[in-house]
């Protein structure tokens, strides 16, 4: 098993290099001039070329890219061209903050979407299930930043309760987070009544039943049991999601975060701190799947045999990936 | 032990039994007075056609027919002298897996894929029976070893047995209990003919070491002539004959249950054509009216279709049909003839 | 049967009575006949938005005198920062968001089609290297992908098309694939096969047909995903550039007001809700329509 994960971790690092080598290059070719955003307006042409110079600019792509990679490698990510600072330093400042509202809406999505996603699998067609239902197409249609701005009329303009900048107190997590989270609600209890309402017509319920067994028994055990794959399919995806995601709302509540820092340099050319951003996603993305991947092995028997018995089923296709 | 009927009142006893399902399409007649009786010890052979009834017969003695969209209208099926039809939902749980057991036809999709064999039969047995964990967990080792399973082999998951060997792990999990009552619908159909013998005589064994009296549904005659005691034929929601398994299958009675041996390619014989009942089993939203069976009877006559057959009783031990011929309401001369001494 | 015009002639029938068939499952669909109406109107209002909006006058022209009114007679739903008509804004950033959205995903659904049936009939090496490349562009969260694309790129209304599009592609990709990959084995392209037919024409004639279907709800379901990403962009200040108005970039200016009118950022926004749910009740129904299996 850990002679899979091996394998997976280094999996991680030909499609890091890709993505990166593809950021990259797209950069390269973004107009607009380094070494005039470093200078400024008044620099004279001798100090831009000479800055060109100091920055590698003039040598082609892809040494500019190894060169770059080194660098990462061994912690260097460089310095940010608008900001002057060390790139390593602004995200340590800001990761907290994105960590926080990535994970923490995770979290709100998976205790808040399983629950409700059962509920209205066993309630299904109740009222309750059709108020869902037309709860929850409203709120999937809307944008997480129009919803952020809406909130924020109502609990910070009109009635004063939360406050609209910043992660600094508990309370002013409360909107960023339920901004964040409502799209994993929505989509989430959906998929988990789908995917229970599947497995309940299965043939080994009809055998739990047929056993005598109590009904919340059932629920749990069997159909529960069996309806999580899809469901941590798409947690994963979910974690792609917040990441990009954060952006916008970071953007809608003043949050200092990585997402901002993100859009900010890309709004400045600042090709070393969005080279760093893309890999601190393209990192936390790759692991969420690594995770997904190990959980499917956890719930489902029948994939842990694939991991486990290494000889005969060493192909096994989970190298590629669970396709949906 | 299949000629002692333990005790003079039938352990099943299903009176008039009608059931029906609302659909879009109009209302599926499923069951349609239904009068079945299976003695205690007894093997009873269900058979039919596809489509005729035989497995909501047995969801309905499980009380696991959906109440949308079906409904049971009419009728009593008392069990051990309780009526099940009066019992809740808790009450009926009971009786399930304990009291009646059901095992069904497909073995590969009817265990839980992500839990271990062992604790699948556990379960019930913990369930029912009060033990704790370790005790009920013995016993279902137990059980495995019954139905041939080895001991080391029972903490792994459903997919890495064979279909055979799922199905002896549905059948542990269904006598887990001792019921009283087991109702096998079709068990050996999906299996290998190789395995199907297997897992007949395992059934077999099992019957003769525990006396569980066992309600199997079956349209293969010779899983019928190799296990079981009596014999009913079902057709379109109704039992249209019914008797021992000698008198059934010496002397059908019925026309369909004549046709039905008819239709048994005999081994040591020449013939051009398959023979077959002509016709198709009728739609059960649009019933024909009268003898259900008259549109495809060759021995039909306006009669059978104006009125409903009553229970005729023939020669032999419990030997009766429905058919208007013994009435002595038609005109033939000739009865219908047929059997299976060659099968 | 003798000779492949009999086995297309069959394969036709086959998906002629499909539609019709779908189209009366469609009909009867109350929810997505609500859906199909609204679009409708959203979508005709729009489209003839020049007959009774000028551009130059209603949408852009600055009138600071009459700014940040709420909404009354002649101006229905108020006016904004600049004093342009928050109506009349709405409607023609209607037709950007709706022209983006939907000309997005006919890309990636052209595009995608074209390289999941490749990677699904061929398989093989072909199939790595096209799903591979793709594994590459999902890897990355497809904001900050779209983010990336755009900043390099003039915010045209093209480019920003394209770009958007390149984040749907892999998806759409991959489910031609797996249908492909589902179609291949049938028997019946077996024998369409040993009746000489060459790949192109198994591919265009019978494969495609038969996984067109969720294809089709999938594009329409994507339409909200392509509008939500144009109004994130501008929302952000990377999509519409000003004066044009858009329906995120609306939100964004109207941002500064909210304390007191908040009229700016609260119709917009309304605006995409009821434009997506239009086209989420559609897509469901479509997806309800096509698929002969019984649902729930």
């Known amino acids: ?324 | 032990m299949r000629e002692q009927a333990l005790s003079t009142d039938p352990l099943l006893q299903i009176e008039d039994l009608v059931v029906q399902f609302v659909t879009s399409d109009g209302i599926v007649h499923a069951i349609n007075r239904l009068h079945l009786s299976l003695n205690r010890g007894e093997t009873l052979a269900l058979v039919g056609e596809t489509g005729a009834g035989k497995t909501t017969t047995a969801l309905a003695i499980m009380g696991l027919i959906d109440s949308p969209p079906g409904r049971v209208v009419q009728g009593e099926i008392i069990f051990d002298g309780v009526d099940l039809l009066t019992l809740t939902e808790e009450e009926y749980r009971k009786y399930r897996g304990s009291k009646i057991s059901m095992i069904f036809q497909d073995p590969m999709t009817a265990l839980n894929p992500v839990l271990p064999v062992a604790d699948q039969i556990a379960e019930t047995i913990a369930n029912h029976q009060g033990l704790s964990d370790e005790h009920a967990m013995e016993r279902a080792i137990e059980m495995l070893e019954l139905v041939r399973i080895p001991a080391d082999r029972a903490y792994e998951y459903p997919h890495q047995f064979s279909g055979g060997m799922k199905q002896r792990v549905v059948i542990a999990i269904a006598l887990a209990c001792n019921p009283q009552l087991l109702i096998a619908d079709e068990p050996t159909t999906a299996l290998d003919v190789t395995i199907q013998a297997q897992v007949l005589e395992m059934m077999k064994e099992l019957h003769d070491k525990l006396g569980t009296s066992t309600l199997m549904i079956t349209h293969d005659l010779g899983v019928v002539a190799e296990t079981c005691d009596k014999v009913a034929i079902m057709y379109a929601g109704e039992i249209i004959e019914s008797g021992t398994l000698k008198d059934v299958f010496l002397n059908p009675s019925h026309p369909y249950t004549v046709g039905l041996f008819g239709s048994i390619p005999k081994i040591d014989e020449e013939v051009e054509f398959l023979a077959q009942i002509e016709g198709l089993m009728p739609d059960p939203v649009d019933l024909p009216p009268g003898c259900r069976f008259h549109p495809r009877c060759k021995y039909a006559e306006p009669a059978c279709a104006e009125q409903a057959p009553a229970f005729t009783n023939l020669p032999g031990e419990e030997h009766w049909v429905r058919c208007l011929i013994y009435e002595g309401k038609l005109q033939i001369t000739e009865l219908p003839k047929g059997d299976l001494h060659n099968v | 049967m003798n000779g492949p015009a009999n086995v297309d002639i069959i394969a036709h029938k086959k998906k002629r009575g499909l539609w019709a068939d779908a189209w009366l499952r469609l009909s009867k669909n109350t929810t997505a006949v609500i859906g199909m109406v609204m679009l409708g109107v959203i979508l005709l209002t729009c489209i003839s938005a020049p007959l009774f909006i000028d551009y130059e006058d209603d949408v852009v022209k600055v009138n600071i005198a009459k700014r940040l009114e709420f909404p009354s007679e002649g101006k229905l739903l108020g006016t904004d920062e600049l004093g342009r008509d928050v109506f009349a804004r709405i409607i023609w950033g209607g037709r950007i968001s709706l022209f983006v959205g939907i000309t997005s995903v006919l890309i990636a659904s052209a595009i995608g089609t074209a390289l999941g049936a490749i990677a699904g009939y061929y398989g093989g090496k072909t199939d790595s290297l096209i799903m591979r490349s793709l594994d590459i562009f999902m890897a990355i969260p497809s904001m900050l992908l779209m983010i990336t694309l755009v900043s390099i790129m003039e915010p045209t209304t093209l480019n920003l098309t394209l770009a958007i599009s390149v984040g749907f592609i892999p998806g759409k990709a991959r489910l031609i694939r797996a249908q492909v990959l589902k179609i291949k084995d049938l028997e019946y392209i077996d024998a369409v096969r040993a009746q000489g037919a060459s790949n192109w024409r198994i591919i265009l004639t019978h494969i495609l047909p038969n996984a067109i279907s969720p294809v089709i709800s999938s594009f329409i379901m994507s339409i909200p995903g392509g509008i939500m990403t144009i109004s994130s962009l501008s929302f952000i200040g990377l999509g519409v550039q000003a004066p044009n108005p858009e329906w995120g970039s609306m939100l964004s200016s109207g941002r500064a007001f909210i304390r007191d009118c908040w009229h700016i950022t609260a119709f917009p926004g309304i605006a995409i809700v009821l434009t997506v749910i239009a086209l989420t009740l559609v897509g469901d129904g479509l997806r309800d329509a096509l698929d002969p299996r019984m649902k729930d």
Not at chain 1, 90 to 111: A, C, D, E
Not at chain 1, 186 to 195: E, I, P
Not at chain 1, 215 to 230: E, G, Q, S, T
Not at chain 1, 261 to 266: I, N
Request: hydrophobic share 50%; glycine share 8%; charged share 15%.
């Open chain 1, 1 to 324: 098993m850990s002679k899979y994960v091996f394998k997976r971790l280094l999996h991680i690092i030909p499609v890091l290099i890709g993505v990166t080598f593809l950021v990259f290059a797209l950069l390269s070719f973004s107009p607009g001039d380094p070494a005039q955003a470093i200078l400024g307006v008044g620099a004279k042409p001798e100090e831009l070329a000479m800055m060109r110079e100091q920055l590698g600019l003039n040598d082609p792509v892809i040494v500019q890219y190894l060169r770059y990679m080194g660098g990462v490698v061994t912690g260097n990510f460089g310095t940010s061209y608008s900001t002057k600072q060390p790139v390593l330093e602004m995200i340590r400042i800001r990761l907290p903050n994105t960590l926080i509202l990535s994970f923490g809406s995770l979290l709100l999505i998976f205790i808040v979407a399983i629950p409700l996603g059962v509920v209205l699998a066993i309630k299904q067609n109740s009222f309750f299930d059709n108020v869902m239902r037309v709860v929850t197409l409203i709120l999937a249609a809307m944008p997480g930043f129009w919803l952020g701005l809406m909130l924020i009329i109502l609990f910070s303009v009109k009635l004063g309760w939360l406050p609209s900048n910043g992660l600094e107190s508990a309370k002013a997590a409360i909107m960023p987070l339920v901004c964040l989270s409502v799209a994993g609600w929505t989509t989430n209890s959906r998929l988990v009544r789908a995917s229970m309402l599947d497995v309940i017509r299965q043939d080994y319920i009809r055998t739990a039943r047929a056993k005598g067994l109590p009904y919340r028994r059932i629920v749990r055990k069997h159909a529960l049991k069996n309806a999580l794959m899809p469901i941590v399919t798409s947690i994963g995806m979910a974690i792609g999601q917040c990441v990009g995601g954060s952006v916008i709302i970071e953007t809608v509540f003043g949050i200092n975060g990585l997402g901002k820092m993100m859009v900010d340099a890309l709004r400045q050319k600042d090709i070393p701190t969005i080279m760093a951003s893309v890999i601190i996603s393209a990192v936390i993305i790759a692991l969420a799947n690594l995770l997904t991947d190990l959980s499917y092995a956890f719930i489902d028997p029948r994939i842990r045999s694939t991991y486990v018995k290494p000889k005969a089923k060493a192909k096994a296709t989970a190298g590629g990936g669970v396709s949906a």
